[in-house]
């Protein structure tokens, strides 16, 4: 009994290795590029041209400052805790990586006489695990400006921490309006609920605008960037970070950008579910396969259009202060997501009480 509850199905181990690989390559890759789309993004929003030298149109830009990252000189603060100042960027990309783990980025496709998920972990509590692992992340910030016995490290560390825990709360209370529409807290079981009928975003508006507000918290950009603002704090929480462990700051960043930009679009947006389309339909005409690059094109599509809303607001909104920062968090989303969760509640008890008192 206890062999048979070790054994492996390899080719289920298999399939599963082969899209852990895929989703992590991609997210890097599209993190590393979405530094050129944002240098581009910022050059047509200042009227001028951004990277243009390295290859055509700069495309390998990112390239080359990858390779500036590996091969600059590794400094480590004598008087900071080696052990820690390794650990705190290593926990960030990590954390930032592992969300993709339940996002479901297709339907499935059909190989080798098998229907394979596109989804590396299908979990029936996968907002929960989403909200596990951010958590988790602010632990890489919080190691990493301790360690570096800085005392502006220091408080770029504090000032994300306090940030990130303030806006989870309304992020979350936002999040309980959804589940109590959903009644799951499977991340496919939500995409396939949208895709028979409305996306989340029209039921749930305000919730939504809370959780995106949140998401730029979260991901500390503009303009809710004081964590490593350069007036201030010089770099914030990486300033005396160097080479690739910079480098792992700066990427956690941007895999952090499209990973949230990925849980927006499926907990609102209908995940890969195309629109205006009856996707049952369509899958009879063009097969399993086709539906599911049809699918994941959309879906990218859709994080696409998030990624640029990113950029857009970073360079348009300037920086909040801190204690506007604190006000909004507290006094105003907090306030609001608690509103809607309750609108929500009594919506939902009229409907089954068939709109009587």
Excluded at 79 to 90: E, H, N, Q, R, V
Excluded at 225 to 233: T, V
Excluded at 314 to 331: A, C, E, H, S, V
């Amino acid at each position: 009994m206890f062999m048979h509850l070790l054994a492996i199905d390899w080719v289920v181990f298999t399939e599963k290795l082969i899209l852990i690989i895929v989703v992590v390559s991609a997210s890097l890759l599209i993190a590393m590029y979405s530094t050129y789309a944002e240098r581009k993004v910022a050059a047509i929003i200042q009227d001028r041209r951004g990277p243009n030298r390295a290859g055509p149109f700069g495309i390998l830009q990112p390239v080359a400052d990858g390779i500036k990252l590996f091969f600059k000189e590794e400094i480590i603060p004598k008087y900071s805790s080696k052990f820690l100042f390794i650990l705190g960027p290593s926990i960030a990309m990590l954390t930032a990586i592992m969300i993709g783990a339940v996002i479901p980025w297709g339907n499935k496709i059909h190989l080798f006489n098998r229907d394979i998920s596109l989804q590396i972990a299908d979990v029936n509590i996968g907002i929960l695990y989403v909200f596990g692992i951010v958590s988790l992340g602010v632990y890489g910030i919080m190691i990493g400006g301790w360690a570096s016995n800085n005392k502006f490290s220091l408080l770029g560390a504090m000032r994300a921490a306090s940030s990130i825990i303030s806006y989870e709360l309304a992020m979350g209370i936002a999040l309980i309006a959804l589940l109590m529409l959903s009644g799951t807290l499977s991340l496919r079981t939500m995409v396939d609920q949208q895709m028979d009928h409305w996306w989340y975003i029209f039921k749930q508006p305000l919730g939504f605008l809370i959780f995106l507000v949140c998401a730029f918290a979260e991901t500390n950009r503009t303009p809710f960037d004081l964590a490593e603002a350069e007036n201030e704090l010089i770099g914030g929480y990486h300033s005396e970070y160097s080479s690739m462990k910079l480098g792992f700051y700066l990427f956690a960043e941007y895999v952090n950008m499209f990973l949230s930009s990925a849980v927006m679009v499926t907990l609102f947006f209908g995940g890969y579910d195309i629109p205006v389309v009856n996707d049952h339909t369509l899958i009879n005409s063009i097969g399993t396969n086709w539906m599911a690059v049809l699918q994941g094109g959309v879906f990218f599509i859709k994080i696409v259009c998030f990624l640029f809303l990113f950029m857009w607001v970073r360079w348009t909104i300037p920086r909040f202060r801190y204690d506007q920062l604190m006000n909004l968090g507290w006094k105003i989303l907090l306030p609001l997501a608690l509103f809607n969760m309750l609108v929500t509640g009594a919506i939902i008890l009229l409907h089954q009480n068939n709109w009587h008192f």
